[in-house]
């Protein structure tokens, strides 16, 4: 079992940058793929990032593309998603999670943090 816990939401005005963490606890973090997701009030949640266990490779939804940054530090089972430029639209429940294998689909994804709110004001 991992244990996950978002943390670093926050409100922030348009054009801004934050940071989000998630942690890792329980077994062993060691092999699995990490990914955003966030959701919106209303809508389904949906893919923001995801980053392979090495780090080398990562992948971005078009919305978030330039302006996001997934990274992670294995030593310290933790993965970060840096977030410049923020806008209205970002706004929404950040979730992290964690996969055995390369996964967009939220169905692709085994454990789940309880989400940290990031809010963008206009």
């Known amino acids: 079992q991992v244990q996950l816990a978002e943390s670093g939401g926050a409100l922030a005005q348009a054009g801004g940058s934050l940071r989000l963490s998630c942690a890792a606890s329980?077994?062993?973090?060691?092999?699995?793929?990490l990914g955003w997701f966030r959701q919106a009030p209303g809508k389904e949640r949906e893919f923001v990032a995801t980053i392979s266990w090495t780090g080398s490779n990562t992948f971005y939804a078009d919305s978030v593309k330039g302006r996001f940054t997934i990274s992670r530090d294995n030593a310290k089972n933790t993965v970060y998603l840096q977030m410049n430029s923020l806008k209205p639209e970002d706004t929404a429940v950040y979730y992290c999670a964690a996969a055995q294998k390369f996964s967009i689909a939220t169905r692709g994804y085994e454990y789940w943090g309880q989400g940290t709110q990031v809010t963008v004001s206009s």
């Open positions: 329980g077994r062993s973090f060691s092999g699995y793929v």
